[in-house]
């Protein structure tokens, strides 16, 4: 029998039985599709950014008006700016207290004891003290005079944190550290840190929407929730919000060690929303618009949160929210659903979901400011980042698939939706981050598996070859090239915290990647009414990147001979540049077909290449009906 070649469909596909999906792809992981054909994903490498505290939730760039290139990142515990390696923390602070912090130590122990009357801190928020004198013994002023996060809170006016030297390495009280530091011992307090679960019992789950009244929503905080960040450049500068906290503004002119301070105590703020669940900034009008904004009750601001309300603030103004008729501030309520999840600027319009449908809000210019239309009920957010702007529109992922709108809304086709939904956690749905990957015509999601209580995994979908992909990557926070050439995210390797720029390699930051793979779906003969015999294979695999020479992969051949049967590993060999061929001895009813990047010991150190497969032949003859 002559060779025979197989071109498969291009696209994963979970939805059928291997059996019925002849001729495409079943399961993959760190792979695309271009021009219909699998190929290795790009690698990444870490930046030297890998300082920063907390989970990264959030990345954004901006240009500021002499072209220096920001970077904005928002994490569980604080927010950085950054200009090129070095991060500055520009975390607002909220309170400070003056000459009013006392400290005990005990003997043989790290852990110090603060005293500051209604401190209002929570566990894991972080202080900087100073003015602080030694305690008599270890503890010196060098030591208490720094940053420190807050290990236990005791009461309302007593917490704990642990005693460190200059290189963070925690330090035993001696007992000689009898004093309590002076009498001048200054705190800063940086605005109080959210979680890195979501917890529904405290989100939004409780309170106004499912029990309570309406003033039961005075529960939702920042502290409670998982914190997440919006951000968005207002000119040079920037506005930041901690979900479900304050407005904070963070002037470029200031230079990037100056912290963001709340919009409320700006210079001629007035009626300033105090807290928020998004941000956002209109894009030729310049207005500020907070999504789930406190409400204005008289002549102030109410303080707890309404998440159906959107105020927005007057024209090219931070700090004028105060609607009259010389001015276009105002606000708007939502009528459907429950609570704003998440909105997202797009093409002379702002789209805003609600936990069950999709409002367009657009600018129309007085008296009114900006219009509200619902587009479509039925199409809720499974979380405020899993909505994302592409060239042909906006994709974003709901709790029963993926939707995207063009003028009007589409649910996608998609070919691993049971797959994702079936091993999904929901009840970790709010981390869920929508992605695009402009360079290779991508969009996807990363979601925690039901395994999981973070990030592990990931679907993309090509919007121009319509194919979809799956695979295992934490990546918790990203954000595309544009204004950087190369797209960056989050993550963490051996729990430290890194910004890793993709696209930049071959390999997993210098190491190969580890576990790239594509599978079919079964190959048979007649139906599988006759044995097969697979004699060899030609392969047509096109190696390329750094070391394209130095390129190997594996292909494996598993077999069995009806569909409820496990399949079983028959034969694995090399292939490189060079391969001609490769002998294979495989008699059976159903064939399936594996490409992987080699992860023997002895060729682990195969770095910088890429591999693509093409149409491989295979030498497939009858072998019998038994």
């Known amino acids: 029998m002559a060779l025979t070649k197989i071109l498969f469909n291009p696209g994963i596909n979970k939805e059928m039985t291997d059996l019925v999906d002849k001729g495409g792809w079943a399961d993959g992981n760190l792979i695309r599709f271009r021009k219909g054909l699998p190929e290795k994903m790009g690698g990444w490498a870490k930046t030297t950014n890998e300082n920063y505290q907390g989970t990264g939730r959030a990345l954004t760039a901006w240009v500021a008006l002499d072209a220096t290139k920001y970077l904005g990142l928002g994490t569980t515990f604080k927010y950085y700016v950054t200009t090129g390696d070095a991060l500055e923390d520009v975390t607002p602070i909220r309170a400070t207290t003056t000459n009013g912090i006392v400290f005990a130590a005990t003997n043989g ?30 503890i010196t002023a060098a030591v208490l005079n720094q940053e420190y996060q807050i290990t236990s809170v005791i009461d309302a006016n007593n917490y704990t944190f642990t005693a460190k030297n200059s290189s963070g390495d925690a330090i035993a009280a001696n007992s000689s550290d ?64 901690p979900r479900a ?14 912290r963001a301070v709340d919009i409320t105590t700006l210079s001629g703020a007035n009626l300033s929303p105090t807290k928020g669940l998004q941000v956002i900034v209109s894009d030729i009008d310049r207005h500020v618009i907070v999504l789930g904004a406190d409400p204005i009750v008289g002549s102030a601001r109410t303080g707890a949160i309404d998440p159906l309300l959107i105020a927005f603030s007057n024209q090219e103004s931070i700090t004028e929210w105060d609607p009259s008729a010389t001015n276009t501030a105002g606000s708007l309520r939502l009528s459907s659903g429950s609570q704003i999840v998440g909105g997202l600027r797009s ?17 129309i210019g007085a008296p009114f400011t900006f219009g509200i239309n619902l587009i479509n009920e039925n199409v809720g957010l499974i979380s405020p980042n899993a909505a994302i702007n592409a060239p042909d529109g906006v994709y974003w992922m709901a709790r029963d698939g993926f939707y995207t709108y063009n003028g009007s809304v589409q649910r996608l086709l998609c070919s691993v939706l049971n797959y994702v939904l079936d091993d999904f956690n929901s009840s970790q749905s709010f981390k869920t981050i929508a992605f695009t990957n402009r360079e290779f015509n991508e969009v996807g999601w990363f979601y925690p598996s039901s395994s999981s209580t973070e990030i592990d995994r990931y679907v993309t979908y090509n919007y121009l070859e319509k194919a979809w992909s799956i695979g295992e990557l934490s990546r918790t926070a990203w954000l ?15 729990s430290v915290n890194y910004i890793y720029t993709h696209e930049s390699s071959d390999d997993a930051d210098g190491i190969p990647m580890d576990n790239v793979f594509i599978e079919s779906g079964d ?49 694995t ?11 294979v001895r495989a008699r059976t009813r159903q064939m399936v077909f594996r490409a992987q990047s080699d992860d023997d010991a002895a060729t682990s150190a195969r770095t910088g290449f890429k591999w693509r497969l093409g149409a491989n032949r295979f030498d497939i003859r009858p072998d019998g009906k038994r």
Request: aromatic residues 10%; hydrophobic residues 35%; negative net charge.
């Open 178 to 241: 009898t004093g309590n530091g002076g009498a001048g011992v200054d705190g800063a307090y940086q605005i109080n840190v959210g979680l890195d679960l979501y917890v529904s019992s405290t989100g939004w789950g409780a309170g106004l929407w499912s029990a309570g009244t309406f003033g039961s929503v005075t529960t939702l905080s920042q502290t409670n929730q998982l914190r997440l960040w919006s951000h968005d450049a207002f000119g040079e500068d920037l506005i930041i919000n």
């Open 480 to 494: 595309d090239d544009g204004i950087f050439e190369k797209p960056r995210a989050t993550g963490k390797d051996s």
């Open 573 to 583: 060999s090399d292939v490189t540049s060079s391969t001609q061929q490769n002998h």
């Open 109 to 138: 122990s790290s852990t110090i004891t603060a005293t500051d009357s209604s401190h209002g801190a929570v566990v894991n928020d972080f202080v900087t003290i100073s003015g602080a004198a030694t305690l008599g013994g270890v």
């Open 523 to 571: 190959i048979d003969i007649d139906d599988g009414e006759k044995f097969s015999f697979i004699r060899k294979i030609i392969p047509d695999v096109k190696f390329f990147g750094t070391n394209s020479n130095g390129g190997q992969i594996n292909f494996v051949l598993k077999t069995r001979n009806f569909p409820g049967d496990s399949l079983s590993t028959n034969s």
């Open 347 to 363: 093409r002379q319009e702002i789209l805003i979901w609600t936990d069950t449908s999709l409002y367009t809000m657009q600018f």
């Open 245 to 258: 906290g304050g407005i904070y503004y963070w002037d470029e002119s200031s230079g990037v060690t100056t």
